[in-house]
């Protein structure tokens, strides 16, 4: 792995983390490593401990006699959030009691060690997480065994994690950690990716943008309409708005509420088209921009763009 900002050189062009583990023994039967696609724009590369062999359970290893496994995870929740929820209180929870956590560097890059233990049938497991990550999303690779396993067997385990080599690419990577997507984006180009949101320019219409986000809220709304109404007119970019219609919809089949004003944007007449959505505390915004004069031919390019959104997770 090369060495990132801050964790794992998940960078956003494509970006190779790591080196080859050895490939001296090109005679061997057995395959020295194995590459792994965990999800769209990840692969993750790991040396094959002795004696392991693939699973169909999970990406990883297993070595049935034993009971040890490598299971490899992508966690959708950036590096620093996710260790935050790795307390101690937190994976007792799991029946996880945290032994120690350790900074480790693998080929370069920082990771964090954790160290576990768990009973599982009346047996002591011994676990190893090594996880690492960016701001879309955080790699776990989890190593489990008898906590009374041979030293070799131990070692031949954390030697696999600390082979991991990841290969990235961002640009396939656009949803990762979102619970939305677009299935087609024609006639939009996606310009800026950040932690909570993606904007997308009009290839029409070089003034007008989508920018899609969520979050979660400080505190209940009294309805998805006020929430709406709040949004479009504490929007920091538009001055002088004048909402012209709103009226209840749906957005991949779930409630929501849309809104349309004329407004000011940068000294020039514009109008905006927002559709607002809450569910279990959480909120989504879609908020369009275009020119005022450009709205109606804009407004066919935005309708089959919102056609093509769908949640992840409903």
């Not at 067997?153 to 990235?168: E, M």
């Not at 109606?296 to 992840?312: G, M, P, Q, T, Y």
């Amino acid at each position: 792995m090369k060495k990132p900002l801050s964790t794992l050189a998940l960078a956003i062009s494509l970006s190779i983390l790591g080196a080859c583990s050895s490939t001296s023994d090109q005679n061997n039967i057995e395959p020295l490593e194995q590459t792994f696609r965990i999800s769209q724009g990840m692969e993750v590369r790991l040396e094959v401990p002795e004696g392991f062999k693939l699973t169909r359970e999970h990406y990883g290893f297993v070595q049935p006699e034993t009971f040890s496994r490598i299971k490899i995870s992508e966690i959708e929740v950036p590096y620093n959030t996710y260790l935050m929820q790795l307390s101690s209180e937190n994976l007792l929870k799991s029946q996880l009691q945290l032994l120690s956590t350790e900074q480790v560097v693998v080929n370069g890059a920082n990771c964090t060690l954790l160290t576990l233990r768990q009973i599982i049938a009346g047996t002591y497991y011994e676990k190893l997480w090594l996880i690492a990550g960016d701001k879309l999303s955080s790699l776990r690779i989890e190593a489990s065994y008898p906590e009374s396993s041979r030293n070799v067997h131990k070692n031949a385990i954390k030697q696999s994690l600390f082979s991991t080599a990841v290969q990235t690419n961002d640009s396939a990577r656009l949803y990762t950690g979102l619970p939305f997507l677009f299935t087609n984006t024609d006639n939009f180009k996606l310009v800026q990716r950040s932690l909570n949101s993606v904007v997308l320019r009009s290839e029409n219409f070089p003034d007008a943008n989508v920018v899609v986000s969520h979050g979660k809220l400080a505190k209940e709304v009294d309805s998805v309409e006020t929430l709406s109404t709040h949004f479009i007119e504490n929007s920091k970019s538009l001055n002088d708005v004048e909402i012209i219609k709103s009226s209840p919809v749906k957005i991949d089949g779930i409630p929501a509420f849309s809104t349309e004003a004329y407004t000011n944007n940068n000294e020039q007449a514009a109008w905006v088209y927002q559709v607002t959505s809450t569910q279990k505390g959480k909120f989504l915004l879609i908020q369009a921009l275009s020119k005022k004069g450009d709205r109606h031919a804009f407004e066919k390019d935005l309708e089959l763009l919102i056609n093509n959104f769908k949640f992840r997770v409903k």
